[in-house]
């Protein structure tokens, strides 16, 4: 099993910066071999992805963040992380770490992100 734990949300002025961060542990093999994902969910909206990291290390990012926000990855501290800057109020949301294996997917608890105006 691979369990994934997101932190670093909180309350930010719009035009802020905040850097989540999504630790694994458990069957971490899982993590290296897989793509990791972001989604967040607003209050009455679905779950939407907000960015993609391939194993390799390629890129992939929803309209709505392009050039805002940024998706990486630590496979040596079994991390992934996402930096978000000039955030707005329309990106308040619960942000949850996601991965999918042949099996299963696997998310987080999800991190409250709110940006105030």
């Known amino acids: 099993q691979l369990q994934l734990v997101e932190s670093g949300g909180g309350l930010v002025q719009a035009g802020g910066s905040l850097r989540l961060s999504c630790a694994a542990s458990?069957?971490?093999?899982?993590?290296?071999?897989?793509?990791m994902a972001w989604y967040r969910q607003a209050p009455g909206k679905q779950r939407e992805l907000v960015a993609v990291i391939s194993r390799g290390g390629s890129t992939n990012y929803a309209d709505s963040v392009k050039g805002r926000f940024s998706i990486s990855r630590d496979n040596a501290k079994n991390t992934v992380y996402l930096q978000m800057n000039s955030l707005k109020p329309e990106d308040t949301a619960v942000y949850y770490c996601?991965?999918?294996?042949?099996?299963?997917?696997?998310w987080g608890q999800g991190t409250q992100v709110t940006v105030s105006s």
């Open positions: 458990g069957s971490i093999s899982i993590f290296r071999l897989n793509a």
């Open positions: 996601n991965t999918e294996s042949p099996i299963r997917t696997y």
